[in-house]
């Protein structure tokens, strides 16, 4: 078992940072003793020290929503935990999906950006000055026709040995995929859902 410090405070309390296993979103702050930490590794299921209630508390024993364990590591000073779990409901008492008020999904950093600039440049005002804009204005066959393009130049890059061009086609491939989506009402998320769903099989 790992080598929890639970001296370093004098209330034998250690933090536990809890983290969605699949969106990385981080969800909640406990904290734990080490009666917790055992409880939550035999059950499999997260259990903190109250410290209103003064005893284990398990998340979810009255909603239900509780915080099935997948995984837990210790921090580079032994006094903190960063506990990963697959969320069965909301986990703020508010009823919201983390305690920060932010819902629980996949965001993939720069990518979730672009999509947002997607789609603020569709719905700019002077659109004639904007490529989204004025690709869109096209038609979905254009922008179809468009990413088959792309494709092809992509395909032709990696038979060759121009690393920076076929870096360069595959970020083109990807900004006009990104723009399809759109065009069909969807974003890199309902793919990666489509990727996960079939990961479990």
């Not at 990385?24 to 209630?53: C, H, P, W």
């Not at 672009?114 to 000055?129: F, G, P």
């Not at 904007?130 to 990696?158: D, H, T, W």
């Not at 491939?173 to 723009?179: A, E, N, W």
Request: with cysteine; proline share 1%; hydrophobic share 40%.
């Amino acid at each position: 078992m790992m080598n929890v410090d639970f001296n370093k405070n004098p209330d034998g309390l250690v933090p536990a940072i809890i983290q969605d296993d699949c969106t990385n979103k981080v969800l909640m702050l406990g904290y734990m003793n080490a009666e917790a930490l055992n409880k939550t590794i035999d059950t499999q299921l997260v259990t903190f020290f109250s410290r209103s209630k003064q005893r284990l508390w398990t998340k979810g024993e009255e909603s239900g929503n509780v915080l099935h364990l997948i995984d837990i590591k210790l921090d580079c000073d032994s006094d903190a935990l960063l506990i990963k779990v697959n969320p069965k409901g909301s986990t703020c008492h508010k009823g919201t999906d983390t305690c920060w008020n932010e819902d629980n999904e996949n965001t993939y950093g720069f990518i979730s950006k672009l999509e947002e600039t997607i789609a603020s440049r569709i719905k700019a005002k002077e659109s004639e000055k904007s490529y989204v804009a004025s690709l869109f204005a096209k038609g979905i066959n254009k922008i179809a026709q468009k990413v088959g393009e792309e494709a092809v130049e992509v395909v032709i890059e990696a038979k060759d040995d121009n690393d920076e061009l076929f870096l360069e086609e595959s970020a083109d491939l990807l900004f006009h995929f990104l723009m399809l989506l759109q065009a069909k009402g969807f974003k890199m998320n309902d793919v990666a859902s489509v990727l996960y769903r079939r990961s479990e099989l």
